[in-house]
C-alpha cells in the first residue's frame, strides 16, 4: 500500500500544479456569482479526476495487471513506458512555449468571459479539465494504472483512488473552501496568487511533467528489463 502511494504522490502533484484550472477557479471566485460557479467548477474537478482514474484502474484490473506477487506485468510496464513518453512530449512541448523573460503567458480566449460562467457551465468546465486535459488524463489514467498494478485488495484501492483525488484535487477545493470561509481576507492573496500561476507556472509545470515523464518511463523499462 505505501509504495503505492508513493508512486502515486507525483502524479497527484502533477495534476494538481495544474495553472489554467487554478487561475479559472480564482477568476469565478473575483466574479460576482462567485460561490456557486466555483463550487460547481470544483466538483466538476473532483468528478472528472476521479472518473478517468476508476474507469482506467477497473479497465486495467480486468486486464490483470498486477502480475504475480503484487509485482506488475509486461502489459503494465508497456502502458507505464507509453505515458512516461507520452508525459515527457508534453513536458518538452510545454518548455518550448514558455514565457521568456518579460514576455506575458498566454490564457485560453474563453477566460474573458469567466466571470459570466454559471454552475451547470462551471461543472462542465470542471469535467473537461481535468478530464479531457491531455496532461491531467495522462496522469490520471498513469494513477489508475498505478493502482491497479500494485496488488491491492479492494478497500485499499479505494483509499488509494481517495488519497489520489484528494491531492490532485486540493489546488483547486482550496481556494474555494478558504474563499468561503473568509472572503474578504483571501481576494487580495487570490489576485496575487493568479497573476503569480499566470507568469510562471508553465515552467514549473513543464519541469514536473519532464520529470514524471522519466519516472514513468524508468519504471516502465524496468519492468520490461
Not at 512516461?84 to 510545454?94: E, N
Not at 494513477?143 to 483512488?161: N, R, W
Amino acid at each position: 500500500m505505501g509504495t503505492v502511494i508513493g508512486d502515486l504522490l507525483p502524479l497527484a502533484l502533477g495534476v494538481a500544479i495544474s495553472p489554467v484550472p487554478v487561475i479559472a477557479v480564482i477568476l469565478m471566485l473575483l466574479a460576482p456569482r462567485a460561490g456557486a460557479a466555483s463550487a460547481a467548477f470544483g466538483l466538476g474537478w473532483v468528478l472528472g479526476i476521479i472518473v478517468v482514474t476508476v474507469v482506467t484502474l477497473l479497465v486495467a484490473g480486468g486486464a490483470d495487471v498486477g502480475g504475480t506477487s503484487g509485482a506488475p506485468s509486461t502489459a503494465a510496464s508497456w502502458i507505464k513506458l507509453v505515458l512516461g513518453v507520452l508525459l515527457l512530449l508534453v513536458g518538452v512541448r510545454q518548455w518550448r512555449g514558455r514565457p521568456r523573460g518579460d514576455e506575458p503567458a498566454p490564457l485560453p480566449t474563453w477566460m474573458a468571459a469567466i466571470d459570466e460562467v454559471t454552475p451547470a457551465k462551471g461543472l462542465g468546465l470542471g469535467v473537461l479539465l481535468s478530464a479531457v486535459n491531455p496532461k491531467n488524463l495522462l496522469m490520471c489514467i498513469a494513477a489508475g494504472v498505478t493502482i491497479a498494478g500494485g496488488g491491492l485488495g479492494s478497500a485499499d484501492e479505494v483509499v488509494a483512488v481517495a488519497v489520489f483525488t484528494v491531492i490532485a484535487a486540493s489546488t483547486v477545493l482550496v481556494p474555494v473552501v478558504g474563499y468561503a470561509l473568509a472572503r474578504d481576507r483571501m481576494r487580495h492573496p487570490l489576485d496575487e496568487l493568479k497573476v503569480w500561476l499566470q507568469q510562471n507556472n508553465v515552467t514549473v509545470m513543464a519541469v514536473l511533467i519532464l520529470v514524471i515523464g522519466v519516472a514513468l518511463t524508468g519504471r516502465g523499462l524496468g519492468g520490461l528489463i
